[in-house]
């Protein structure tokens, strides 16, 4: 069964970045790709970046796609997320996740992930 552990999270300001990173237990690696979401209390899981192990290409949410990075370390079994020019909205608890296998594309919804990380929390302070 695939582990997935997230870290970085922390405490910041407004302006601030922060980089995230998912590592995958997986023996080798089987997915089309891995995707970072976030939860804040009371509201639903947001989609907030995938990217894909074999090409590399990357998928994101209009409220980070000019201030968030995804990248993939392939030896490592671990993705990253650079984030930039953080805002208070951006605080969450963020989640790593993999997606079912036979997948073949990125997706954007929770229903395409089988494996979720526990999450970290990320906090920006106005």
């Known amino acids: 069964q695939e582990q997935l552990v997230e870290s970085g999270g922390g405490l910041v300001q407004a302006g601030d970045s922060l980089k995230l990173s998912c590592v995958s237990t997986?023996?080798?690696?089987?997915?089309?790709?891995m995707g970072w979401f976030r939860q804040v209390p009371g509201k639903e899981r947001e989609f907030v970046a995938a990217i894909s192990w074999g090409s590399g290409s990357t998928l994101y949410a209009d409220s980070v796609k000019d201030r968030f990075v995804i990248t993939r370390d392939i030896s490592k079994k671990t993705i990253y997320v650079q984030m930039n020019s953080l805002k208070p909205e951006d605080t969450a608890v963020y989640l790593c996740?993999?997606?079912?296998?036979?997948?073949?594309?990125?997706?954007?919804?929770?229903?395409?992930?089988?494996?979720w990380g526990q999450g970290t929390q990320v906090t920006v302070s106005s």
């Open positions: 997986v023996r080798t690696l089987t997915t089309f790709g």
């Open positions: 996740a993999s997606q079912n296998s036979g997948a073949y594309g990125l997706g954007r919804h929770e229903y395409e992930y089988a494996n």
